[in-house]
């Protein structure tokens, strides 16, 4: 596929400056960033100037997702959940999970470790085979879901039935409410789903290792542990 269109927006350095390590996952809400440590024992909080441990797990974490309310881990037991303040830590499914994404309502979605079966954790639980094994997982606010396998992104609707895919090297990748957003060497892209696959935008050049979504704001860490933040626009 060709980048039919090359733009460079102006991106904005986070108040914190390097952080001292290039964490193995990110999680962004209003006004918090979490990000999973070096060693994947340890959360850290970041507000403002101040970065806090927050969580410590006695067995190393696979993966971390948050809202709002509650943060989402998880490690060789399942899926633990607790509190913004670390308190209520409990298991919320047992099992060997690879990857943990919740959307804008609430709705968590588990990717086994496998990779070829996919859990819908809502009122009640539903279980979905995926026709393809993946290792990431990432959800929109609109319910839509990013699977990610090597070189190739695909996008399914709730229940994970195909829908488009990327192919390409990347190393992370988000869905926001402006569509998909690809971390590569290059920098970062933006692909319009509504228009897919002709209208891609270039919205940072810099060597990025980590990108998470919060409404219309991209956030994103690069190889020197630094974070900032976009706000691509049509």
Same mark, same amino acid.
């Given at each position: &596929?060709?980048?039919?269109?090359? !733009? ?17 996952? &990110?999680?962004? *809400? ?5 990000? /999973? ?13 101040? /970065? ?8 190393? /974490?696979?993966? @971390? ?8 881990? !998880? ?7 607790? *509190? ?20 804008? !309502? ?11 079966? #996919? ?10 085979? /995926? ?15 990013? #699977? ?40 970062? !892209?933006? @692909? ?9 935008? &270039? @919205? ?12 219309? *704001?991209?956030?994103? &860490? ?7 933040? *976009?706000?691509?626009?049509?």
């Amino acid at each position: &596929m060709s980048l039919a269109i090359l !733009l460079l927006l102006a991106f904005v350095p986070l108040e914190k400056g390097t952080i001292p390590f290039i964490p193995k996952d &990110m999680a962004v *809400t209003e006004g918090h960033i979490y990000l /999973l440590g070096e060693r994947g024992l340890e959360i850290y909080e970041l507000l403002g100037d101040s /970065l806090q441990v927050i969580y410590s797990s006695e067995s190393p /974490l696979r993966a @971390i997702d948050a809202d709002p309310i509650f943060l989402y881990l !998880l490690d060789r037991e399942g899926l633990k959940v607790i *509190t913004r303040g670390a308190e209520g830590a409990g298991v919320l499914k047992g099992g060997r999970f690879r990857d943990v994404t919740v959307s804008g !309502l609430g709705i968590v979605y588990l990717l086994r470790w496998e990779g070829d079966r #996919l859990y819908v954790l809502d009122i009640g639980e539903e279980e979905f085979t /995926l026709s393809s094994p993946a290792q990431r997982l990432e959800c929109s606010p609109a319910g839509f879901l990013g #699977l990610g396998r090597e070189k190739e992104i695909e996008i399914t609707d709730s229940r994970g039935i195909p829908l488009e895919k990327f192919t390409g090297d990347y190393r992370d990748f988000a869905l926001g409410p402006g569509g998909l957003y690809v971390a590569n060497e290059e920098g970062i !892209l933006r @692909i319009d789903l509504e228009s897919w696959p002709s209208s891609y935008r &270039m @919205i940072s050049d810099s060597a990025i290792q980590l990108i998470d979504c919060n409404g219309d *704001t991209v956030y994103y &860490m690069n190889a020197r542990g630094e974070l900032y933040l *976009t706000f691509p626009t049509n």
